[in-house]
């Protein structure tokens, strides 16, 4: 488990406090907690991201046992988006209590504007930035549209679906038997000469082709839309 120490976290909820501070304390406990996740986060990215903190199944009138000493926290698993398990543990009367967060982390992500069929190719009018909450986004997502326009949809995909990566593969820009223009580049050497795909290929794939002067077959890398080049 990854142990985090709350340095200010639940300080009120001692024995001895006053009724109406006590309460306010114990009403607090969320929103100190969130914050201290939410920096336990900041610390383990660099980027400037739209958080916060959730406890969407413990009631809003739950409140922790009180307790005398600073309780810690320990993490059941590296922090990230989504669900996370806590375990909260005071020494000063012994108790430990285990919760679940959710840890909101919002971005704009790829999202189809049309519907899209099978194997057609995504134009930049199906596609928009939308913000989501990319914790509730277990397969996936894209943060730039140029990450999808281009790719073929690998089945029919409906308005408003957030596009990931099962759902789009690159598209082939090489067509089986089409000429291609076949490199071959060396250290102080390049030549090209004529050639014919034999299989179908995307941009930087790998694929099948024919010398035709030499009827040699070769494997190549797709450069572009009649291009390949032998390394």
């Given at each position: ?12 909820l ?5 009724p ?39 009631s ?35 108790w430990?209590q ?44 894209y ?18 679906t ?12 090489i067509?089986?038997?089409?000429p ?20 179908d ?11 035709d ?11 572009g ?7």
């Amino acid at each position: 488990m990854h142990r985090i120490f709350v340095g200010f976290f639940l300080s009120g909820l001692t024995v001895g406090a006053a009724p109406a501070e006590t309460a306010a304390n114990e009403s607090n406990w969320r929103e100190a907690l969130g914050a201290r996740i939410l920096a336990q986060w900041q610390s383990l990215t660099t980027e400037e991201q739209e958080a916060e903190v959730s406890f969407p199944s413990i009631s809003p009138q739950y409140d922790l046992p009180d307790c005398r000493e600073e309780p810690t926290i320990d993490l059941m698993r590296p922090l990230q988006p989504g669900r996370n398990g806590i375990e909260l543990r005071c020494a000063d009367p012994y108790w430990v209590q285990n919760l679940a967060l959710q840890l909101h982390i919002y971005r704009e992500v790829a999202v189809l504007q049309n519907p899209i069929k099978n194997g057609e190719i995504l134009q930049p009018e199906h596609v928009s930035l939308i913000r989501y909450d990319t914790g509730e986004l277990g397969k996936g997502f894209y943060l730039t549209l140029t990450d999808v326009v281009g790719s073929e949809a690998k089945r029919s995909l409906r308005t408003g679906t957030v596009i990931s990566p099962d759902m789009i593969e690159a598209a082939d820009i090489i067509s089986r038997g089409q000429p291609v223009t076949i490199r071959l580049k060396r250290p102080g050497i390049r030549i090209e000469m004529a050639g014919t795909a034999l299989t179908d290929g995307h941009l930087g794939e790998h694929i099948r082709v024919r010398n035709d002067r030499s009827q040699k077959i070769l494997s190549a890398e797709v450069l572009g839309a009649d291009l390949v080049q032998i390394d």
